[in-house]
């Protein structure tokens, strides 16, 4: 009786690390994308100090946003058309 639960209590062990590094797999490149999106050099080899210029260049980026208010005009229709 005892080994069963010994095992059990393994076996769940193993699945919980498991998800957590493939969690950890996922998620980390989108946090490091995230934190160096933040910074002020043209390179993400070096952190050269905190900014929001790119941001900055995004939201003035004629092109980006026409791309982005045509996939929410998409978007927005497919949702439509599907509750219909």
Do not use: C
């Amino acid at each position: 009786m005892l080994n069963s639960s010994k095992g059990s209590w393994l076996s769940r062990s193993w699945q919980v690390w498991f998800s957590l590094v493939v969690a950890g797999f996922m998620y980390l490149p989108v946090v490091v994308l995230t934190v160096f999106s933040f910074n002020a050099g043209r390179s993400s080899a070096q952190w050269q100090g905190f900014s929001l210029k790119w941001y900055d260049k995004f939201l003035h980026d004629e092109r980006i946003l026409g791309a982005l208010g045509q996939s929410l005009i998409i978007g927005v229709v497919a949702v439509r058309s599907r509750r219909s």
